[in-house]
């Protein structure tokens, strides 16, 4: 495990929130270590998306052990580094907001469920918690702005239906986190990276709950 009182920040939300761009600009603005979320492709996605009930268990449990491996990753990194780390998306997101999407879906049965839910939570006894949450919380309207504009291909072939089962599985996850201090950024609202009064609020928020203001 990390030392004690290093400080380990964790930034969730939607696709399309900005959890990259706030990743890097507290890199910048607090000379934090990044973890961005990994390039490595997952070899179930084109089984997957051809057969979504067959494949979506192979698939979920793929991202949750790569997810502990990028936890455990950061514990070697702060062993070593006195510098805080600022996370792009969790191992809690992928297991109570993607994977309880599929399996809501029923492309995961109750069976299956239950079993990743237990690995799930073994896997969580064994990480650090964060020592902040930051939650980039982002209307679907204004997601889907967001995501028109970015024109990334992919992102364009996202149905809206799935945009918003993830935005209300996202609200219901953070509603019950509990497990370390938490800001919310409305993104619709703050534009951290263009607005310097918006800039000033988040810095002020983000030290106040790491006890540096």
């Avoid at 495990?1 to 706030?22: C, D, P, T, Y």
């Avoid at 992919?154 to 599985?169: G, H, N, T």
Wanted: proline share 4%.
């Amino acid at each position: 495990m990390a030392e004690r009182g290093r400080q380990f920040i964790a930034v969730a939300g939607n696709m399309g929130a900005g959890k990259s761009s706030l990743v890097e600009w507290l890199r910048q603005q607090f000379d934090m270590v990044p973890f961005f979320e990994p390039n490595e492709q997952n070899p179930y996605l084109a089984d997957f998306y051809g057969d979504m009930r067959r494949w979506s268990l192979n698939s979920q449990l793929f991202f949750l052990v790569r997810r502990f491996r990028i936890h455990r990753e950061m514990e070697a990194q702060a062993a070593r580094d006195p510098r805080a780390i600022v996370q792009d998306r969790t191992i809690y997101e992928d297991a109570e907001v993607f994977a309880a999407h599929l399996h809501r879906a029923g492309h995961i049965d109750d069976r299956d469920w239950g079993m990743y839910q237990d690995l799930y939570r073994t896997l969580c006894a064994e990480i650090r918690k964060p020592d902040l949450m930051i939650y980039l919380r982002c209307p679907l309207k204004a997601l889907l702005k967001r995501i028109k504009q970015r024109g990334r291909d992919f992102e364009k072939a996202i149905p809206r239906k799935y945009l918003a089962s993830l935005e209300q599985l996202y609200e219901e996850w953070f509603a019950r986190y509990d497990l370390s201090p938490t800001v919310v950024i409305e993104t619709d609202r703050l534009d951290y990276v263009e607005r310097l009064f918006d800039r000033l609020e988040v810095v002020e928020a983000i030290r106040e709950q790491l006890g540096a203001g």
